[in-house]
C-alpha cells in the first residue's frame, strides 16, 4: 500500500462521474450501463485499503446521490460500505487475477444495489423489487463485472503500484 | 478488526445514523449544495468538448441556425397546441381557457448529464434559477413532452423523464377523449394506464396530456400508442406508449411555464 493524494482521488473520482452522467449513456445496452463509479470505489479499495476505500466510497457516492434523483446520502453510505468491506479483506484476495477483479465487482455490485435498494425503500417509494433484481440489478452488474479489468488497466497505468519486495 | 478499521467503520455507521435523523429538506439542500460545487468544472469539461464543434462551423451561421431551430420547434409545438385547440373548440369548448393555461414565458436549456442511477430517470440542464427556470416547470422538445422539473439550484435543474418510474402524467387520447395516466417503468415502457375495460383505444392513437392536476397543460404531443393490453383482473385497460420525443438523445429542451 502506498500513499494516494486526497486531490488525485477527488479529480479521479470527479472525472469518472462526469464520464458516468455523460459517456457511459453511450455504451447503454438498453436500459442498463456500467457503473463506473462503483469500478473506481473497488480500485483505491483494493489499492489502498480500509481508509482510503472508504474516503472513495463517500467521494463517489456523494457525487452519484448528487446526480440521481434518489433520496440524498444513500450512495454515499452504500459505497463507503464497498470501500471499507473490499479493503478490509483485499489481503485475502489475489488482485491481479481477472476472475478477482470480475468477481469481486460482481459481488460488490450486487450486495451494494440489493443494499441501496431496500435502504432508499426507506425514504422513497422504489420500483417493485422482483423486477428491479431481474431487469436492472443482475444484468447491470454482469456489464459492469465486464468492465472491470478494462477500468483497472487504465487507473493502473495512471496510479501504478509498488513493487512488492 | 483492529481499531483504525473499527473506528473506519463507525464513521460509516454514524453517518447512517446522521442520514436517518437528518429532514428530507435538509438533504435536498445538500444535494443542491454538492450539485451546484461540481457544476462548473462540468460546464468547462462540456465546453470543452464542444469546442471543435464552435470553432469549425462558423460561429455566425451555426447561432443563426440554432435560432431558426428554436422557432421552429417553438411553431412545432404551437401547431400540436393548435390541433388541440381545434378538437377542443368542435366540443364548443373555450379557447380562451386553453391559452390561458398554456401561455407562459419559455427558457431553452441544454443537457449536461443524465441520471446514475439504474432505477432513474432524470436529465441535469444547464441552467436553473439564476435564469428562471423552477420547480414543476415542464420539459418540452420541438416533437412532444420530455418531463417535469423537480429540483432547480441557481446554476442548474433537475428534470424528471417521463419514463422514470416515479413520472406521473395524466393524459388523454387525442381522438377517443379517454383518459388515464402516463406512467414509466423499470425496463424503460412508457404506459397509458388505468384506461377502463371498454375504453376506445387503437394502435397509432395520439396521447396527449390532458391538463389535469395544474402541472402540465393541456394538449402537449405525449407520443403515439404501438400496444393495448387488458389488466390480468379484466377491469382495466394499458397501452404501451412510443414517446414522441426521443428521450435517449435529448440534448435540448424548451422548459416552459
Known amino acids: 500500500m502506498h500513499k494516494v493524494n486526497i486531490l488525485f482521488l477527488a479529480l479521479v473520482i470527479l ?6 452522467v455523460t459517456f457511459a449513456d453511450a455504451l447503454k445496452i438498453w436500459k442498463i450501463k456500467p457503473d463506473l463509479l462503483l469500478i473506481v470505489v473497488i480500485f483505491f479499495a483494493f489499492n489502498g485499503g480500509t481508509r482510503l476505500g472508504i ?7 456523494l457525487l452519484k446521490d448528487a446526480f440521481t434523483s434518489g433520496p440524498m446520502a444513500c450512495w454515499s453510505v452504500t459505497f463507503a460500505l464497498v470501500g471499507f468491506f473490499v479493503g478490509y479483506y483485499k489481503n485475502r484476495l489475489y488482485r491481479d487475477s481477472l476472475y478477482t477483479q470480475v468477481f469481486i465487482a460482481l459481488a460488490c455490485f450486487l450486495a451494494s444495489y440489493l443494499f441501496y435498494y431496500s435502504f432508499a ?3 422513497n417509494k422504489m420500483p417493485p423489487f ?25 487507473l493502473d497505468k495512471v496510479w501504478p503500484r509498488k513493487k512488492a519486495l | 478488526m483492529n481499531l483504525k478499521k473499527a473506528s473506519a467503520f463507525f464513521t460509516i455507521f454514524f453517518i447512517f445514523l446522521l442520514l436517518l435523523i437528518i429532514p428530507t429538506q435538509t438533504k435536498g439542500q445538500v444535494r443542491v449544495f454538492v450539485t451546484n460545487t461540481v457544476m462548473p468544472g462540468f460546464k468547462a469539461i462540456n465546453a470543452v468538448y464542444r469546442l471543435p464543434s464552435i470553432l469549425f462551423k462558423g460561429s455566425k451561421l451555426k447561432r443563426e441556425n440554432i435560432e431558426l431551430k428554436k422557432e421552429i420547434d417553438r411553431l412545432k409545438s404551437q401547431i400540436v397546441k393548435l390541433n388541440e385547440a381545434e378538437l377542443e373548440n368542435q366540443r364548443l369548448k373555450q379557447l380562451l ?17 443524465r441520471d446514475s442511477s439504474i432505477w432513474r430517470d432524470s436529465l441535469i440542464l444547464d441552467k436553473g434559477r439564476s435564469k428562471n427556470i423552477k420547480k414543476n416547470m415542464i420539459a418540452i422538445t420541438n416533437q412532444g413532452l420530455v418531463g417535469r422539473v423537480t429540483e432547480s439550484g441557481p446554476w442548474f435543474s433537475r428534470v424528471m423523464v417521463i419514463s422514470d418510474p416515479n413520472s406521473r402524467v395524466s393524459a388523454v387520447v387525442q381522438r377517443s377523449r379517454e383518459q388515464g395516466i402516463i406512467e414509466g417503468n423499470v425496463r424503460g415502457q412508457i404506459r397509458l394506464k388505468y384506461l377502463d375495460a371498454d375504453a376506445d383505444v387503437q394502435v397509432d392513437d395520439i396521447v396527449v ?29 394499458y397501452a404501451f406508449i412510443k414517446p414522441a420525443a426521443n428521450l435517449k438523445k435529448i440534448e435540448e429542451v424548451l422548459c416552459t411555464k
Open chain 1, 130 to 154: 422482483g423486477e428491479s433484481l431481474f431487469c436492472l440489478i443482475i444484468p447491470a452488474s454482469i456489464y459492469t463485472a465486464i468492465f472491470t479489468p478494462i477500468i483497472f488497466i487504465i
Open chain 1, 121 to 123: 425503500d426507506v425514504f
Open chain 1, 55 to 61: 474516503k472513495a466510497g463517500l467521494l463517489a457516492g
Open chain 2, 209 to 237: 396530456t390532458s391538463g389535469m392536476g395544474s402541472v402540465f397543460p393541456k394538449g402537449i404531443m405525449i407520443g403515439k400508442i404501438y400496444k393495448v393490453k387488458t389488466d390480468k383482473t379484466f377491469m382495466y385497460k
Open chain 2, 97 to 113: 381557457e386553453l391559452d390561458k393555461s398554456s401561455s407562459g414565458y419559455s427558457v431553452p436549456a441544454r443537457v449536461i448529464a
Open chain 1, 15 to 20: 472525472l469518472t462521474a462526469f464520464l458516468q
